[in-house]
Protein backbone atom coordinates (compact mmCIF):
# COMPACT_ATOMS: atom_id res chain seq x y z
CA UNK A 1 0.00 0.00 0.00
CA UNK A 2 1.42 3.54 -1.44
CA UNK A 3 -1.18 5.38 -1.24
CA UNK A 4 -1.04 9.20 0.01
CA UNK A 5 1.57 10.05 -0.97
CA UNK A 6 3.72 12.73 -3.60
CA UNK A 7 4.87 9.94 -6.23
CA UNK A 8 5.04 11.82 -9.44
CA UNK A 9 6.67 8.19 -11.56
CA UNK A 10 6.74 4.97 -11.17
CA UNK A 11 10.59 4.09 -12.42
CA UNK A 12 11.54 1.36 -15.30
CA UNK A 13 12.36 -1.22 -11.99
CA UNK A 14 10.40 0.15 -9.59
CA UNK A 15 8.57 -3.13 -8.50
CA UNK A 16 11.26 -5.52 -9.63
CA UNK A 17 11.22 -8.71 -7.85
CA UNK A 18 7.99 -8.90 -6.38
CA UNK A 19 6.66 -11.84 -8.07
CA UNK A 20 4.04 -12.75 -5.65
CA UNK A 21 2.40 -8.96 -4.97
CA UNK A 22 -1.38 -9.31 -5.69
CA UNK A 23 -2.48 -6.19 -4.47
CA UNK A 24 -0.72 -2.94 -5.69
CA UNK A 25 -2.87 0.39 -4.32
CA UNK A 26 -1.51 3.59 -5.60
CA UNK A 27 -4.28 5.68 -5.33
CA UNK A 28 -4.28 9.39 -3.78
CA UNK A 29 -0.46 10.36 -5.11
CA UNK A 30 0.44 12.55 -7.78
CA UNK A 31 1.46 9.89 -10.84
CA UNK A 32 1.98 11.97 -14.10
CA UNK A 33 3.90 8.81 -15.79
CA UNK A 34 4.79 5.58 -15.67
CA UNK A 35 7.30 3.44 -17.53
CA UNK A 36 6.46 0.71 -20.12
CA UNK A 37 7.91 -1.82 -18.24
CA UNK A 38 7.19 -0.71 -14.39
CA UNK A 39 4.92 -3.45 -13.88
CA UNK A 40 6.55 -6.31 -15.82
CA UNK A 41 7.63 -8.34 -13.35
CA UNK A 42 4.35 -8.37 -11.40
CA UNK A 43 3.01 -11.98 -12.77
CA UNK A 44 0.79 -12.27 -9.76
CA UNK A 45 -0.94 -8.93 -9.49
CA UNK A 46 -4.57 -9.09 -9.67
CA UNK A 47 -5.77 -5.68 -8.15
CA UNK A 48 -4.49 -2.35 -9.16
CA UNK A 49 -5.82 1.11 -8.01
CA UNK A 50 -4.28 4.40 -9.78
CA UNK A 51 -7.40 6.26 -8.62
CA UNK A 52 -7.18 10.33 -7.66
CA UNK A 53 -3.93 10.40 -9.80
CA UNK A 54 -3.19 12.80 -12.62
CA UNK A 55 -2.86 10.17 -15.35
CA UNK A 56 -4.10 11.95 -18.46
CA UNK A 57 -4.42 8.13 -20.70
CA UNK A 58 -5.07 5.07 -20.99
CA UNK A 59 -1.84 4.88 -22.49
CA UNK A 60 0.20 6.05 -19.21
CA UNK A 61 -0.57 2.45 -17.39
CA UNK A 62 1.10 -0.20 -19.26
CA UNK A 63 -2.04 -3.14 -18.73
CA UNK A 64 -0.69 -5.05 -21.42
CA UNK A 65 1.90 -6.41 -19.08
CA UNK A 66 -0.69 -7.87 -16.51
CA UNK A 67 -3.20 -8.74 -18.88
CA UNK A 68 -2.88 -12.45 -17.85
CA UNK A 69 -3.69 -12.18 -13.93
CA UNK A 70 -5.02 -8.63 -13.43
CA UNK A 71 -8.99 -8.82 -12.24
CA UNK A 72 -9.29 -5.35 -10.88
CA UNK A 73 -8.07 -1.90 -12.32
CA UNK A 74 -8.99 1.76 -10.85
CA UNK A 75 -8.46 4.67 -12.63
CA UNK A 76 -11.50 6.49 -10.89
CA UNK A 77 -10.84 10.37 -10.59
CA UNK A 78 -7.70 10.84 -12.94
CA UNK A 79 -7.56 13.01 -15.70
CA UNK A 80 -8.46 10.38 -18.41
CA UNK A 81 -11.00 11.53 -20.31
CA UNK A 82 -10.93 8.82 -23.36
CA UNK A 83 -10.71 5.44 -23.17
CA UNK A 84 -9.90 3.34 -26.01
CA UNK A 85 -9.05 -0.21 -25.42
CA UNK A 86 -8.65 -1.47 -28.66
CA UNK A 87 -5.62 0.83 -28.34
CA UNK A 88 -4.02 -1.36 -25.46
CA UNK A 89 -5.42 -5.01 -27.10
CA UNK A 90 -4.69 -4.37 -30.98
CA UNK A 91 -1.42 -2.74 -30.49
CA UNK A 92 0.32 -4.54 -27.83
CA UNK A 93 -1.17 -7.89 -26.87
CA UNK A 94 -2.57 -8.77 -31.11
CA UNK A 95 -6.03 -9.19 -29.77
CA UNK A 96 -7.47 -10.17 -33.23
CA UNK A 97 -9.79 -7.56 -34.26
CA UNK A 98 -12.63 -9.80 -35.59
CA UNK A 99 -12.90 -12.18 -32.36
CA UNK A 100 -14.25 -9.92 -29.70
CA UNK A 101 -16.04 -12.81 -28.03
CA UNK A 102 -13.33 -15.48 -28.26
CA UNK A 103 -10.68 -13.56 -26.62
CA UNK A 104 -9.84 -14.23 -22.98
CA UNK A 105 -8.42 -11.47 -21.13
CA UNK A 106 -9.01 -11.91 -17.19
CA UNK A 107 -10.21 -8.19 -16.45
CA UNK A 108 -13.30 -8.23 -14.85
CA UNK A 109 -14.19 -5.20 -12.26
CA UNK A 110 -13.15 -2.11 -13.98
CA UNK A 111 -13.79 1.64 -11.97
CA UNK A 112 -14.19 4.33 -14.45
CA UNK A 113 -15.20 7.32 -12.40
CA UNK A 114 -14.34 10.12 -14.40
CA UNK A 115 -15.10 12.61 -16.86
CA UNK A 116 -15.06 10.33 -19.33
CA UNK A 117 -16.55 11.35 -23.02
CA UNK A 118 -16.02 8.08 -25.11
CA UNK A 119 -15.27 4.22 -24.29
CA UNK A 120 -14.29 1.67 -26.67
CA UNK A 121 -13.72 -1.65 -25.13
CA UNK A 122 -11.92 -4.10 -28.05
CA UNK A 123 -11.57 -7.40 -26.62
CA UNK A 124 -11.28 -6.56 -23.03
CA UNK A 125 -15.07 -8.39 -23.10
CA UNK A 126 -14.52 -10.28 -19.57
CA UNK A 127 -15.44 -7.42 -17.02
CA UNK A 128 -18.19 -8.52 -14.64
CA UNK A 129 -18.16 -5.44 -12.63
CA UNK A 130 -18.50 -1.98 -14.01
CA UNK A 131 -18.60 1.21 -12.81
CA UNK A 132 -18.70 4.38 -14.94
CA UNK A 133 -20.21 6.72 -12.09
CA UNK A 134 -19.94 10.62 -12.98
CA UNK A 135 -18.95 10.40 -16.91
CA UNK A 136 -20.53 12.00 -19.74
CA UNK A 137 -20.50 9.17 -21.84
CA UNK A 138 -24.02 9.99 -21.93
CA UNK A 139 -24.00 13.60 -22.81
CA UNK A 140 -22.31 13.74 -26.21
CA UNK A 141 -23.98 16.10 -29.21
CA UNK A 142 -23.90 15.11 -32.66
CA UNK A 143 -23.73 18.13 -35.34
CA UNK A 144 -27.48 18.31 -36.00
CA UNK A 145 -28.53 18.30 -32.50
CA UNK A 146 -28.87 14.47 -31.74
CA UNK A 147 -27.56 13.08 -28.32
CA UNK A 148 -25.70 9.67 -29.51
CA UNK A 149 -23.83 7.31 -26.71
CA UNK A 150 -20.59 6.61 -27.01
CA UNK A 151 -20.68 2.97 -24.69
CA UNK A 152 -20.64 -0.24 -26.65
CA UNK A 153 -21.91 -3.07 -24.04
CA UNK A 154 -23.19 -5.66 -26.43
CA UNK A 155 -20.47 -7.25 -26.14
CA UNK A 156 -19.89 -7.72 -22.59
CA UNK A 157 -21.71 -10.62 -22.20
CA UNK A 158 -20.42 -11.82 -19.38
CA UNK A 159 -21.25 -8.24 -17.42
CA UNK A 160 -22.97 -8.56 -14.11
CA UNK A 161 -22.76 -5.42 -12.16
CA UNK A 162 -23.57 -1.77 -14.18
CA UNK A 163 -23.25 1.56 -12.05
CA UNK A 164 -24.33 4.28 -13.75
CA UNK A 165 -24.51 6.98 -10.95
CA UNK A 166 -24.61 10.82 -10.75
CA UNK A 167 -24.07 10.62 -14.77
CA UNK A 168 -27.47 13.25 -15.27
CA UNK A 169 -29.03 10.16 -17.07
CA UNK A 170 -32.63 11.78 -17.32
CA UNK A 171 -34.38 9.77 -20.15
CA UNK A 172 -33.43 6.03 -20.03
CA UNK A 173 -35.05 5.46 -23.60
CA UNK A 174 -33.05 8.23 -25.40
CA UNK A 175 -29.76 6.61 -25.80
CA UNK A 176 -31.45 2.47 -26.36
CA UNK A 177 -29.26 2.65 -23.42
CA UNK A 178 -30.92 -0.70 -22.02
CA UNK A 179 -31.05 -2.41 -25.54
CA UNK A 180 -27.41 -2.31 -25.02
CA UNK A 181 -27.37 -4.68 -22.07
CA UNK A 182 -27.01 -8.23 -22.08
CA UNK A 183 -29.86 -10.20 -20.70
CA UNK A 184 -27.32 -12.05 -17.64
CA UNK A 185 -27.11 -8.45 -15.67
CA UNK A 186 -27.99 -9.05 -12.59
CA UNK A 187 -27.21 -5.60 -10.90
CA UNK A 188 -28.21 -2.60 -12.34
CA UNK A 189 -27.09 1.29 -10.13
CA UNK A 190 -28.65 4.44 -11.82
CA UNK A 191 -29.32 6.11 -8.62
CA UNK A 192 -28.24 10.21 -8.35
CA UNK A 193 -29.97 10.91 -11.97
CA UNK A 194 -32.18 13.03 -13.14
CA UNK A 195 -34.92 10.69 -14.21
CA UNK A 196 -38.05 11.28 -14.27
CA UNK A 197 -40.35 9.24 -14.98
CA UNK A 198 -40.39 5.18 -15.71
CA UNK A 199 -42.35 3.33 -18.91
CA UNK A 200 -43.21 -0.33 -19.81
CA UNK A 201 -40.01 -0.03 -21.61
CA UNK A 202 -37.51 1.46 -19.56
CA UNK A 203 -35.99 -2.34 -18.52
CA UNK A 204 -37.37 -4.46 -21.08
CA UNK A 205 -35.38 -7.70 -21.77
CA UNK A 206 -33.30 -7.61 -17.99
CA UNK A 207 -35.15 -10.72 -17.00
CA UNK A 208 -32.04 -11.74 -15.07
CA UNK A 209 -32.11 -8.22 -12.73
CA UNK A 210 -31.82 -9.00 -9.22
CA UNK A 211 -31.05 -5.86 -7.73
CA UNK A 212 -32.21 -2.21 -9.28
CA UNK A 213 -31.73 0.93 -7.44
CA UNK A 214 -33.24 4.20 -8.76
CA UNK A 215 -32.66 5.94 -5.41
CA UNK A 216 -32.19 9.89 -5.54
CA UNK A 217 -33.67 10.47 -8.62
CA UNK A 218 -36.80 12.63 -9.66
CA UNK A 219 -39.32 10.13 -10.48
CA UNK A 220 -42.76 10.81 -10.36
CA UNK A 221 -44.37 8.14 -11.71
CA UNK A 222 -43.97 4.67 -12.51
CA UNK A 223 -46.54 3.09 -15.61
CA UNK A 224 -48.30 0.40 -15.65
CA UNK A 225 -46.83 -2.92 -16.20
CA UNK A 226 -43.44 -1.12 -16.13
CA UNK A 227 -41.58 -3.73 -13.74
CA UNK A 228 -43.10 -6.54 -15.43
CA UNK A 229 -41.06 -9.33 -16.62
CA UNK A 230 -38.20 -7.95 -13.42
CA UNK A 231 -39.37 -11.24 -12.23
CA UNK A 232 -35.83 -12.12 -10.37
CA UNK A 233 -35.67 -8.98 -8.34
CA UNK A 234 -35.27 -9.59 -4.67
Do not use: W
Not at 53 to 61: D, F, R, T, V
Amino acid sequence: ILSENIIRELKEKTFDGLIKLKDLILNDNQIESIHERSFEQLKNLKYLTLAQNQLKSLNCIPIHRLVESLITLKVENTLIDNLDFRDVSNQRINCPKNDKIGFNLNLKNLHLENPISKIYFGCFNQINELRLDQNQILKRTEKNGKNRIELELVDLLKLRSLYLESMAIGNLNEFHLIANLSRQISFLSLSKNSIANINSISFYGLDGLKLLDLSSNQIKSIENVTLLGLNQLE
